[in-house]
């Protein structure tokens, strides 16, 4: 375990994290807007141009969607930890680094979607921030002085949307050289783990 930080702690890791991700969050609203139409525009045209947004609306729905699960994943860590030592705060700010970046990423990917270096690029993003998810989750697990799970499953399910979230990532990279834009149809799991997560729950505490 790398040393303490007397003078940072969590609470302050916290408000930057939830600035960084609300900030990244409403920068990528951005992208949808319409062409110059010029004044008099009909309504057919009107209604094409809206048509032809939704790739980028496609986009900009998976990236928050994509940005609120890493938000919750590192707000839940937050209220784990106990000791911020040098380590957790470097992972910490490189996990904002790359959320800071995904506006860029999902504008590239809502303009060139359809093709493979767009695809994979916004896909190898998205490894890089399950990346660093994992990487502290694993750092977490060989250093249990630094956090303090609420209960035995907590861990678990950490652990599990971590690494399944970077395999489906990683799936989508490989995808975007075959199926470029419906290649991001490969994070469908992280959904699909947090759908089965609330019927276990719900079935446990009914039984």
């Known amino acids: 375990m790398s040393t303490p930080l007397p003078t940072v702690d969590k609470h302050r890791l916290a408000g930057l994290q939830d600035g960084v991700y609300g900030i990244a ?21 009107l209604w094409a141009a809206l048509v032809a947004l939704w790739p980028k609306l496609l986009t900009w729905l998976l990236s928050f969607w994509v940005l609120a699960i890493f938000w919750l994943g590192d707000a839940r860590a937050l209220t784990t930890i106990t000791l911020l030592d040098r380590a957790l705060l470097r992972m910490g700010l490189l996990r904002l680094a790359l959320v800071s970046l995904l506006p860029f990423s999902t504008a590239f990917m809502g303009e060139h979607g359809d093709r493979a270096p767009a695809a994979a690029i916004y896909a190898a993003h ?4 399950a990346a660093a998810q994992s990487l502290r989750h694993m750092y977490l697990q060989r250093h249990p002085a630094v956090v303090s799970w609420p ?6 399910e950490a652990g599990t949307q971590a690494f399944t979230t ?24 992280i959904l699909l783990i947090g759908i089965v997560r609330r019927f276990r729950r719900e079935a446990f505490g009914a039984g």
Do not use: Q, W
């Not at 998205?126 to 921030?129: D, E, G, H, T």
């Not at 209960?151 to 678990?156: N, P, Y």
């Not at 970077?166 to 290649?183: D, Q």
């Open 25 to 45: 969050m409403t920068l990528l609203v951005l992208e949808l807007k319409l062409p110059a139409l010029g004044e008099h525009v009909s309504d057919a045209a």
């Open 126 to 129: 998205l490894s890089l921030l």
């Open 151 to 156: 209960d035995r499953t907590s861990s678990t």
């Open 166 to 189: 970077l395999a489906c990532t990683v799936a989508a990279i490989g995808l975007a050289f075959v199926v470029p834009g419906y290649n991001m149809l490969a994070l469908l799991p």
